[in-house]
């Protein structure tokens, strides 16, 4: 009894900070966040997260599609709720985002052929989901994690292929993520697209070439956002890249995590010029971390200098799209109409995850 109570508790908390979305009544249910390096699989009667690891871009990047996925996506669709203990027969739906929206661009017809497969195969249904929904779960998922510890408008998030500034009712995504925006920097700079390519040393000149090139691509977000906005960032590259990287170049900490922007130029300033070796030596990482921490740092930059502020919080929290995902009756309501939503995702691309499930022909 306690735990129905909690449940109904949780389900109103939902519908509060989700507004649009509507709230589940389902009794069992599994999501998959289906992110571009992975899928994490969470369930409505369960507090445990099962991960798969699954590198999406590669295969985009080389211009393949996403078909020579479907073995390892299908295995971990079946093998997921196994691993986490999900009981029940539960109504099972997954959400794909960067890498996903990508593939969408790609080839429409081809994406949604791919996705019929693996719903046949795994009995999963994956939509893919815009930018503004990511958001939405992003700021969802942060508040129910960090609750009054979230004190600012806006959470920072940056995955492998795209980032995401998620507000409680606006949200500002673009396709930079680490990785991405990586390769976008070596192409600009180096001419290539290798995902072996260093980016260092930087030349003066180049740097104001990477800062002006990052300043275009995030020119939409004082039109999309009220900026100034203020800003927590969650994710990995920054919490236990460059949030640590600038304490360690500066010789300094901040006991109330607020990472400064003029602190992180001057980091930027002393690591430029150095190479790949020399600055895995001074800091005291791996190469494999070590080559996106410039890019990763000028890209947080950017982002301060885009939405006008002067520092942000960091929070070092584990955060996915499940709990957003599991409490949204649209998705799931298209795990039971997928046809009609294959159907709209080849005519009318993202807008088929918001468009309405029960406008269906039966």
Known sequence: MRRAKI????????????????????????????????????????????????????PLAAGRGLEETLPTTVAALRDLPRQ????GECVRVGAGFSAWRFALQQDAEKLATLLAEIEAASGVA????PQQAEGTYGHFAARQ????????SHVLDIGGGSLQLA????????????????RELCQAIRQTTSPTCALQPLSGDELSAARALLAEKLGDVSTTLPVPVTMTAISRPITQGVWPAVERLLGEAD?????????????????????????????????????????DML??????????????????????NLPGLLVDDRTFDWARNYGCYLDRLRRLGLDAYTSDPASCVR
Not at 21 to 33: N, Q, Y
Not at 172 to 180: D, E, R, T, V, Y
Not at 279 to 295: D, P, Q, V, W
Not at 299 to 320: R, S, W
């Open 299 to 320: 890209l947080v930059e950017g982002l301060m200098q885009a939405t006008g502020n002067q520092d942000f919080h960091i929070a070092d929290v584990d955060l996915t």
């Open 145 to 152: 994690v960090l609750g009054e510890r979230l004190r600012t």
């Open 167 to 182: 507000g409680e009712r606006n949200s500002f995504g673009a396709p930079l993520g680490q990785k991405i925006w990586h």
């Open 84 to 87: 986490g203990g999900f009981s």
């Open 126 to 129: 994956v939509l893919v989901a």
């Open 255 to 295: 006991e109330h995590k607020l990472l400064e922007r003029t602190a992180l130029t001057a980091a930027i300033e002393q690591i430029a010029n150095l190479t790949l070796e020399q600055m895995t030596t001074r800091l005291g990482i791996s190469e494999k971390y070590a080559a996106y921490l410039l890019s």
């Open 7 to 58: 449940r109904r508790l949780f389900v109103a908390l939902a519908c509060a900070l989700l507004g649009a979305l509507a709230c589940a009544a389902e009794p069992c249910r599994v999501a998959f966040d289906i992110g571009s390096s992975g899928i994490r699989a969470g369930a409505s009667n369960s507090a445990l997260t099962a991960r798969a690891n699954i590198d999406y871009l590669a």
